[in-house]
């Protein structure tokens, strides 16, 4: 174990105090919770908030369930991945739907512990408070501004990827099927060798004179191979 002995004995006191729902409801009535702080929780804060408790459909009910949770704020940090806000609240007692045994660690975004509103306890030096805020808010300015450059470099990245991918296509024609069925690529000379060439397509300029060839029947004597 990473504590000190005293903070081990002094965490084994507080459970045993706050293992007694009316005891610990009566130690951090509701009524204390009287500072609305929603959008602005640091660390140290006695809060109290509703969390929603989602319920599987069935035939009876499709609502989901609530429980007001009452906790101290142990920790909050900003990812590093995604730079979102997380709380880490210690359960002091909790009613409702589901509720939390006392001195759990319940591992909270900031979305959801503001959704429905949220109050505090006061602190004994509201300027202790003031000071853990700011620093609080710095970190937070800092973290926005790493997301907004991982996110225009990743959509820069997008760019020069389908750039890169336009250039590759205007380099190697496309073998797709266009609408006739024929491929959009131009066939090589050697393989037109042997067809008859369509009506004013061709290169031949003699004029037919043979009445019994069939290019003659159908108008493509100046195409004919047998012109003389």
């Not at 990812?79 to 045994?101: A, C, D, N, R």
């Amino acid at each position: 174990l990473s504590d000190p002995k005293a903070e081990l004995i002094n965490r084994i006191q507080k459970h045993a105090e706050l293992r007694d729902f009316t005891s610990a409801k009566r130690k951090y009535p509701r009524g204390s919770f009287c500072i609305n702080c929603t959008g602005d929780v640091c660390r140290q804060d006695t809060v109290l908030f509703k969390q929603q408790i989602p319920q599987k459909h069935n035939n009876e009910s499709n609502y989901p369930g609530y429980r007001l949770v009452a906790g101290r704020v142990v920790k909050e940090s900003y990812g590093v991945k995604k730079q979102q806000h997380t709380f880490t609240v210690e359960v002091i007692w909790s009613s409702g739907m589901q509720p939390l045994p006392p001195m759990t660690q319940l591992l909270v975004k900031g979305r959801v512990l503001y959704r429905h509103k949220t109050y505090r306890q006061k602190w004994p030096n509201e300027a202790e408070r003031v000071a853990a805020v700011v620093e609080k808010h710095a970190r937070g300015d800092e973290a926005r501004s790493v997301r907004l450059k991982r996110l225009e470099n990743k959509q820069s990245g997008r760019r020069l990827e389908s750039k890169q991918k336009r250039r590759a296509l205007g380099k190697w024609p496309s073998t797709r099927r266009g609408p006739q069925g024929r491929s959009s690529r131009p066939l090589p000379v050697s393989s037109r060798r042997g067809k008859r060439p369509r009506s004013g397509t061709g290169e031949v300029q003699e004029c037919c004179t043979v009445k019994d060839c069939s290019c003659f029947m159908y108008g493509m004597e100046r195409h004919c191979t047998l012109a003389l």
